[in-house]
């Protein structure tokens, strides 16, 4: 018999603690997939957050290291420069990494550090329970935008990616999201590519990856993918934002 | 030996790279960036990292990172940046991650100024950050940060140190390891301050570093570290010429404090004077040594003005007179 879908080795046989139609089981085992693929396990260390992003560390068999909300790109900028031929990543919301840890992500981006950073956005806090983000959309409701998020008030959805995009450090930014099987694949692609541009030490890597809440955006899980694409996608255009010369297309 | 003459944050830098420093993250400020300059240069020559952070903040969570891997890491900062490194410094202690952390200290509050100050006593001896929990603060003898003195460089004579079976490295060979900072179920959490208690006790009991001075039998104990310590050896020299009995305890360990010794020389003494370079901070752990059972004096000056030898024995035979101390010149 032909084995066609199977656990990945790198991915603990364990139940996530995650709502129904969250993405981060899915997010965390296409993370895991490539990990086996590149044979990586034993050199790779994991960087963890604060917010829902946090549990990773139960689920990825790898060595990780747990810090504080914004700071992991510092802290895998810590171990890099230690052990440079680690294999380092950092998984982290979009409160995380794109509010309280804005000069954290900006400036390991600006370096060109040798890291990989997976950034869950799903456009709200999550695990505080549905206060708006830097990356809450235009009327977006939330428990701290309760009329809906106002330009003249809140100012505009924040997009990390093409940010750091401008940076001559950053090799390799995309976008993605995880709706359906094709955008899984890329996805996985995207990943893929990331921790290659790490292997071949041609500086930094991220993915955005746009992932439901249907807790805090009050909706039943396929209704929050459904306003995921009509709405997240509008905002935040998925795909390869920079491929730096020299990045491979070996995917 | 060879003696040279360097300033305090170069001996520092210098003594650090000696004592094995793999990395250095630092941000820049005034008074202590020298530091910073002076390992820009001389860490790659030994093969080692130093990276200039983006923030102090940054700079303390690469230290948290570096020392997760199992590094012997440095930061340095003063006043308003050790302050931004609070954070990180509780999140090194609950992941019991060892760091060596140099505060040239500085005039406060806020942006204050870069005068010599001792105002950070309370931050860097009580915690400093969120939680409960404590850290061994060392203070010098003398004023470190700017000013140039002699230095003689010994080899650093180690114990052998015990494996880092709980750094991270990638989890070749072995089982994963992970290093976390929380525990979201209370019997956890209280465990996981239990066993940082305990670690705490064990540096009470084995860490704590002194210095005595001066007269065997003194009738007044004086009390100070770092700068202010200096000045009280020579406040001890010049009251002994005026036949005044005197005698200085400086804790090199400000944290684990050492009250037994403090108690001791204090009850022998029968009064103590504490001097500082704030309104009163180190005041708080001589008072809670002491126990009430002599008067504790207190002289403090702060903003940058160091306590002259002068003023600080005129206090020194006020107190005397008033408590109807005789000495040997009568005064």
Known sequence: MKTVFERPHSLFDLPYPYCPGCHHGLAQRLIAEVIDELSISDRTIGVGPVGCSVYIYEHIDVDFVMGAHGRSPAIATGIKRSRPGTIVFSYQGDGDIAAIGTAEIIHAANRGENISCFFINNAIYGMTGGQMAPTSLLGQKTQTSPRGRKVQTEGYPFHLCEMLAVSEGSAYIARVALTNPRLIKKAKEAIRKAFLTQIEEQGFSLVEILSPCPTNWRLPPLEAVKWLEEHLMATYRIGEIKVKEGVTNAC | ?331
């Open chain 2, 1 to 331: 030996m060879k003696r040279i003459l360097m300033k305090g944050n170069e001996a520092i830098a210098e003594a650090a790279v000696r004592a094995g420093c793999d990395l250095y993250f630092g941000y820049p400020i005034t008074p202590q960036t020298e530091i910073s300059e002076y390992l820009s240069s001389r860490l790659p020559e030994e093969g080692k990292v130093f990276l200039q952070a983006e923030s102090e903040i940054a700079a303390i969570y690469m230290v948290y990172g570096a020392a997760a891997v199992g590094k012997r890491v440095l930061t340095s900062s003063s006043g308003p940046g050790i302050s931004l490194k609070q954070e990180g410094i509780s999140y090194l202690v609950s992941a019991e991650l060892p760091a060596v952390i140099v505060n040239m200290s500085r005039g406060g509050p806020g942006l204050g100024n870069i005068q010599p100050s001792q105002s950070d006593y309370f931050q860097a001896v009580k915690g400093g950050g969120h939680g409960d929990y404590k850290t061994i603060v060392l203070a010098p003898d003398g004023m470190l940060g700017q000013m140039m003195e002699p230095v003689v460089f010994t080899e650093p004579q180690f114990d052998p140190l015990p494996p880092k079976d709980w750094a991270v490295s990638g989890k070749e060979g072995r089982k994963r390891r992970f290093i976390i900072c929380f525990a979201l179920d209370p019997q956890e959490l209280e465990k996981v301050n239990q066993a940082l208690q305990e670690k705490f006790r064990a540096m009470e009991r084995n860490e704590i570093r002194y210095e005595i001075f001066g007269d065997e039998h003194p009738d007044l104990l004086l009390v100070g570290y770092g700068t202010v310590a200096r000045i009280l050896k020579s406040v001890v020299r010049e009251g002994a010429r005026k036949g005044l009995r005197l005698a200085l305890v400086r804790p090199i360990t400000l944290y684990p404090f050492p009250s037994a010794v403090m108690k001791e020389k204090a009850v022998q003494a029968g009064r103590v004077i504490d001097v500082e370079m704030n309104h009163g901070q180190m005041l708080e752990d001589v008072r809670l040594a002491v126990e009430g059972r002599v008067p504790v004096h207190f002289y403090g000056r702060s903003g940058g003005m160091i306590p002259t030898v002068e003023d600080t024995l005129q206090k020194v035979m006020d107190i005397l007179s008033r408590e109807g101390v005789k000495h040997e010149n009568g005064i």
